[in-house]
């Protein structure tokens, strides 16, 4: 299970950025964008250099190729290695390492002369997790008409569920995991509108969420619906690279030396089909 969409710090934007500065060098720093997932794999793990918000070249990518990187638990130290393929993506090949709830890991690499580094620890599974129910019937649409009144009359949710006293943060990713997902809405299936649906949600602290057809899911078939327990520093990431443009903050980082996120997730799955009715 895998985040569909980082959201990830890719340039540095000064405070002052909506007055006029004279122009100044910024060295390039380190950033780390690194997810462990409990009972997966290590193999979520991208380094690369921030870039100037206003370099003409801010859309070019530069990756940390050839890190001696390391995860660390306790006083074991397990060297990654950069994926074939994938400039700047690293993983753990071995067999040796197991991402457990509540445990702390630690990244680290040395980078011109400094060690970049960051610790997670892995939150516990969402408690008590919950469907409301596993099968839902919705009309086939073929008019922006039939769309219209379906929008506005159709009241039924699948609801997920969970216990979250300490207010936590959770975020859920629905997908549709058909081989040829047929489209609710038959005017997509014209526009050529063919690939798996995939909805993720924003960090929440609530202990409910509520599936809507045609927003959270928008094709018949089979579901898989993953409810992630994450940790603040995912949170706060999430809030700062989300804000206003006009409200020029520097996104959130909890590395050392560096820039970026190193976080850990841990996860219950449930599944719904989506039947004509």
Known sequence: MRLLKYIMITS??????????????????????????EGDPVDDIILKKSSLYNEEDND????????NVHI????ESYEL??????????????DDLTIKIGETYR??????????????????????????????????????????????????TIDITWNNENDDYHYLLIENIEANPEPINQLEALAGIGENFEYVSSPTQSNIFSLRATVHYNQFGLHRVTLFHVNEEYAQLYETTSQDSRDLYEPFTNVKNGLGIFTGFSSVTFYFEVLKK
């Open 12 to 37: 540095i934007i000064p405070l002052t950025a909506c007055e006029d500065v004279p122009d100044y060098k910024v060295q390039s720093e380190p950033v780390i964008e690194a997810y462990l997932y």
């Open 107 to 156: 990244i680290e690499f040395e980078h011109e002369g400094e060690t970049v580094h960051a610790e997670t620890t892995i939150p516990p599974l969402p408690e008590n997790g919950n469907i409301s129910h596993d099968e839902i019937y919705i009309p086939l649409i073929d008019t922006p008409s039939e769309l219209r009144d379906f929008t506005e009359s159709f009241q039924e």
């Open 72 to 75: 660390i638990l306790d006083s």
């Open 81 to 94: 290695s950069m994926m074939p393929g994938e400039a700047g993506r690293y993983e753990y090949t071995g």
């Open 60 to 67: 070019q990518t530069t990756y940390l190729t050839n890190a």
